[in-house]
């Protein structure tokens, strides 16, 4: 694993442009950065970062069921009693889930850790799904980077495949929302309705502000009629605070994420899964907090927290970092296990699972050792060591 | 001495094929940006996307799709359908039940077999939505109507296959039927004020 300077292409606004990817730069700053990209080996993706992808992924869906079964642990993930039954029987239904994000501490030697799981509103998709894989299609064409190189990337055609499988089993119609004013997010859903409709799957857009709801307790759009799936790009458990969130349970609305994905998208994961698997290579140290002090080599996080927002760190030299936010609520801590450092740059590998495959990357890297909002997002390709040395042969 | 190729092969231990490519063959957009764009050598027909509603009087499937005719037809072809594809009682207090008791009553199929069973409670209809727009004859002949039964738990229920014994052919669908008055919006999104919602 490297970083490595490449030129940008010229036209890379203009495509973004073209694509309705508008969000690559955030308040004047490069949020798209491909001034620099990382390089893989072909081992590198496969032994460090999709087989442990697989296999996490497989840790957390199988303690779904163990969670569901107990009210004790539904607590301790800090579910709101009424919607904890509305929870389990969505998993007793096995409500179809799309996607999650895990996000890995890796430096191209030893095994990678798991920060945090973010199974319920994982953004950076289409820059990591579909702008990325341009940027590499470009570079090759261009001669940048060699024709052999590839990308662990096939996370666009994943989507389309899982949308063609669900649409089976959604119940019409199907509504694509995410809050008004995001930009972002609303990007984010251009691009997951772009591959529904790929797969065969058609869904209109709606504000998630201007849904409404009936007398009956049942949810509509803006022409009244009842929606019978809602995609929504906003956390679970914001939906549960929410004024509507209590209709949730009796409306007959399904939801992706499913309502099970509460349980996953919760960092109070983290001490469960170490607790199961104490010692896993891929896992980092976890418990509950006990709202005590801090010590050296362990971050504190709050179970719902999304941006790296109201991190605390005490590393192992004594430093403490601190970021802001607006969340509260019980904590977890997890053994502090610093990002790597690449000139200075510190990158988060976001591992994609679609359905229940691993199925790409995206990298995300910050000039601090907390993966913020304000982290840029640079491309990556497999390239082999020593590949050029079998080219001239 | 240290051939990378060698290298590659030797360090794979499980059965992939290294030189199967990890990203996608093709990647396209067809709703975003200023045009359809396609990437890719192949280009894929335009996807057929079928919409599906649950309708319990052509009035409100009229409402719901603009198309009175389209619904009316799909009203007659569900009623036509309903005694072959009822489930199938022989007694009206095992079929009471499952479904409500005034949707209870003997039915004869068009073999002319007997049963008690439920009456259709509403009716499905799916369309091809196309974007050339080929006219109202095109929607009706594309429309597919199938008749819909409530249970006992308010539940819908389409059916699946042949006909048989209780409830052996019906599958249960997650669809609510037609349109709702809405009384309030704007109970979502506030949780969000003031934070970005993604991960």
């Known amino acids: ?7 940008e292409r010229g036209d890379w606004q203009a495509q973004a442009a073209e694509c309705g990817f508008r969000f690559h730069t955030i308040d004047g700053a490069r949020y798209w950065d491909e001034r620099a990209y990382y390089a893989f080996t072909m081992a590198q993706i496969e032994h460090d970062l999709e087989d442990p992808s697989v296999e996490l992924h497989r840790m957390a869906m199988a303690l779904v069921d163990e969670i569901v079964a107990s009210d004790a642990l539904m607590q301790r993930l800090a579910i709101p009693a009424e919607f904890r039954d509305w929870i389990a029987e969505s998993w007793r239904r096995r409500e179809p889930h ?36 341009q940027w590499l299609e470009d570079q090759r064409a261009s001669g940048r980077l060699p024709r052999e190189a ?57 504000a998630l502000e ?18 019978g799936s809602l995609f929504k790009l906003y956390p679970l458990e914001d939906l549960f605070h929410d004024d509507f969130g209590r209709a949730l349970p009796r409306s007959g609305l399904r939801l992706i994420e499913p309502p099970w994905k509460a349980l996953l998208s919760n960092k109070g994961l983290l001490p469960l899964l170490w607790e199961r698997h104490r010692g896993h290579p891929n896992l980092l140290a976890a418990e509950f907090d006990d709202g005590g002090e801090l010590p050296a080599g362990w971050v504190r996080k709050p179970l719902h927290s999304r941006e790296g927002a109201n991190i605390e760190l005490h590393l192992a030299d004594g430093r403490r970092l601190h970021s802001d936010g607006p969340y509260t609520g019980p904590c977890i801590r997890q053994a502090a296990h610093p990002l790597p450092s690449f000139d200075g740059h510190f990158p988060m590998v976001g591992s994609w699972i679609v359905g229940d495959t691993a199925c790409g990357i995206g990298i995300r890297e910050d000039d601090s050792p907390i993966t913020r909002d304000s ?8 390239v082999e060591d020593g590949a050029q040395v079998v080219f001239a042969a | 001495m240290d051939d990378p190729h060698t290298r590659r092969r030797t360090d794979m231990t499980d059965a992939r094929d290294t030189r199967r490519l990890k990203r996608s063959k093709t990647t396209a957009l067809l709703l975003m940006g200023t045009a359809p764009l396609l990437f890719s050598a192949c280009q894929r027909d335009a996807p057929v996307q079928v919409q599906e509603g649950l309708y319990t009087s052509v009035e409100s499937c009229a409402q719901a799709i603009g198309d009175t005719a389209t619904c009316r037809i799909a009203f007659e072809q569900a009623k036509l359908q309903a005694a072959d594809t009822a489930p199938q009682y022989s007694s009206r207090a095992e079929c009471e039940a499952e479904f409500p ?6 039915q004869k199929t068009s073999a002319g077999h007997s049963f008690i069973g439920p009456l259709m409670a509403g009716f499905f209809l799916s369309q091809m939505m196309n974007n050339n727009r080929a006219g109202a004859a095109a929607a009706q002949r594309n429309a597919q109507a199938a008749p819909a039964f409530r249970d006992n738990r308010q539940g819908w229920l389409r059916p699946s296959g042949a006909p048989g014994a209780g409830r052996a052919g019906m599958a249960p669908v997650s669809m609510t039927p037609d349109r709702a008055v809405t009384a309030n919006r704007g109970g979502f999104g506030r ?7 993604g991960g």
């Open chain 1, 210 to 227: 201007d849904i409404g709801l009936s007398e009956d307790g049942r949810f509509t759009d803006l022409d009244d009629v009842v929606i």
């Open chain 1, 150 to 206: 590839d990308q662990f990337n096939s996370i666009h055609e994943a989507l389309v495949d899982r949308f063609a499988e669900l649409a089976a089993s959604l119940p019409p119609p199907l509504l694509f929302a995410a809050v008004r004013d995001s930009e972002e997010d609303q990007g984010t859903i251009a691009y997951l309705r772009d591959c529904a409709a790929q797969g065969g799957l058609y869904g209109e857009a709606i």
């Open chain 1, 98 to 133: 799309l996607y999650g994000r895990l996000d890995l501490a890796y430096d191209g030697t030893g095994p990678a850790k798991l920060y945090e799981l973010n199974y319920d509103t994982p953004t950076s998709l289409f820059e990591a799904a579909f702008f990325q894989w």
């Open chain 2, 191 to 197: 949780s969000a004020t003031g934070r970005s919602t």
């Open chain 2, 101 to 106: 008791a005034e949707e209870c009553v003997e």
């Open chain 1, 1 to 7: 694993m490297r970083r490595v300077g490449i030129v």
């Open chain 1, 375 to 382: 982290a840029r997002f640079l491309p990556h390709a497999i």
